[in-house]
């Protein structure tokens, strides 16, 4: 079967992706829209027509974004809610706002995330990169799918990463809590989680018409280094010395344009339960010969372990009373 992808350059960045797209009369949800990639997502969305609900934990700079996305692109109707991924109480009362704003949302792009965070818990007592990334994710998810459902056909986008590579799901201690915490390790479970989410997503909801796919965006400088010690990223080669990105990353509006394809592109109507990255269908990683940026590992796709994951997410919150 030939790989689904865009008719786009894989470097396109999001507003290019979207210039003959009419989304007026749809509305997307988008986390983590105050910085970085949910920006560049929000602003090509916009640009389209789209109505935009941004859940973000920094009210204040969020709506200072949605302001300037505002002015920039002409299109008023953004809306800012407060909601903190590594709280189940506040995601709850965040859904709750934004369902009362919209009864039907036809896109959620899950784009918020934290990476290689010291050790920590959430405030539901989770590893702190399980719990936000993906444990947070997925109870707004669930709570906004009356909305989803009522709009369908409806999309999810899951942000996963090619860090996935880095740690199938911890199943015997997903919270590091007998084993040495290893934040690189934590982050790569907490992106496999990500890409399973959305492949159960779309098994159990793509027939009602609520499709989900995975999307790892490209290495991309933003604010998501904030954890990393001083000096390891130039010591990944991710920039030189003078803090110049390495060539082969992406610009924030390039990074963001493969969430806005998977959440708008024709060409993915009815699909899902696919990694996506550069525009286009991933494929299998070699093993024998793997690319730095391109490619999943299969335990990122695998049914049963998705299966798995969404049975023990639902264990873990309901543990919490939340």
């Known amino acids: 079967m030939t790989p689904i992808k865009s008719p786009l350059a894989p470097r396109a960045d999001a507003?290019?992706?979207?210039?003959?797209?009419?989304?007026?009369?749809?509305?997307a949800v988008v986390t983590g829209a105050a910085s970085g990639l949910g920006v560049e997502t929000v602003r090509a969305?916009?640009?389209?027509?789209?109505?935009?609900?941004?859940?973000?934990?920094?009210?204040?700079r969020g709506q200072q974004v949605a302001d300037e996305l505002a002015r920039e692109t002409g299109n008023a109707a953004v809306q800012v809610v407060p909601m903190d991924l590594s709280s189940l109480a506040?995601?709850?009362?965040?859904?709750?706002?934004i369902?009362?704003?919209?009864?039907?949302?036809?896109?959620?792009?899950?784009?918020?995330?934290?990476?290689?965070?010291?050790?920590?818990?959430?405030?539901?007592?989770?590893?702190?990169?399980?719990?936000?990334?993906?444990?947070?994710h997925f109870q707004l998810?669930?709570?906004?799918?009356?909305?989803?459902?009522?709009?369908?056909?409806?999309r999810v986008v899951s942000l996963s990463s090619s860090a996935h590579r880095l740690s199938d799901i911890r199943w015997d201690d997903p919270n590091f809590q007998t084993t040495p915490y290893d934040p690189w390790q934590a982050y790569g479970q907490s992106k496999t989680a990500n890409a399973l989410f959305a492949a159960e997503l779309n098994r159990r909801y793509g027939p009602q018409g609520v499709t989900a796919?995975?999307?790892?965006?490209?290495?991309?400088?933003?604010?998501?280094?904030?954890?990393?010690?001083?000096g390891e990223a130039q010591?990944?080669?991710?920039?030189?010395?003078?803090?110049?990105?390495?060539?082969?990353?992406?610009?924030?509006?390039?990074?963001?344009?493969t969430s806005v394809w998977a959440a708008?592109?024709?060409?993915?109507?009815?699909?899902?339960?696919?990694?996506?990255?550069?525009?286009?269908?991933?494929?299998?990683?070699?093993?024998?010969?793997?690319?730095?940026?391109f490619g999943y590992k299969a335990h990122a796709l695998d049914a049963d372990s998705a299966r798995r994951l969404w049975t023990l997410s639902e264990q873990m919150i309901e543990q919490t009373g939340q």
Do not use: C, Y
């Open 15 to 27: 507003t290019t992706v979207l210039a003959h797209t009419d989304l007026h009369g749809r509305t």
């Open 45 to 60: 969305l916009l640009s389209a027509g789209a109505s935009v609900i941004m859940p973000v934990r920094d009210t204040v």
């Open 90 to 97: 506040s995601v709850r009362q965040a859904a709750a706002a």
């Open 99 to 136: 369902l009362a704003a919209a009864p039907r949302i036809h896109m959620l792009i899950n784009n918020a995330g934290v990476m290689a965070t010291p050790q920590g818990l959430t405030a539901d007592g989770f590893e702190t990169q399980f719990g936000t990334n993906h444990l947070g």
């Open 141 to 154: 998810t669930r709570l906004l799918l009356p909305a989803l459902l009522a709009a369908a056909p409806a």
């Open 213 to 230: 796919n995975a999307v790892h965006p490209g290495g991309i400088m933003t604010g998501l280094q904030k954890h990393m010690p001083e």
């Open 235 to 257: 010591r990944r080669g991710w920039i030189d010395e003078n803090g110049v990105p390495n060539p082969a990353f992406k610009t924030p509006a390039q990074g963001a344009s």
């Open 264 to 293: 708008t592109a024709p060409e993915l109507d009815g699909v899902g339960g696919l990694f996506l990255e550069d525009l286009q269908q991933s494929t299998p990683l070699d093993e024998a010969n793997p690319s730095p940026l």
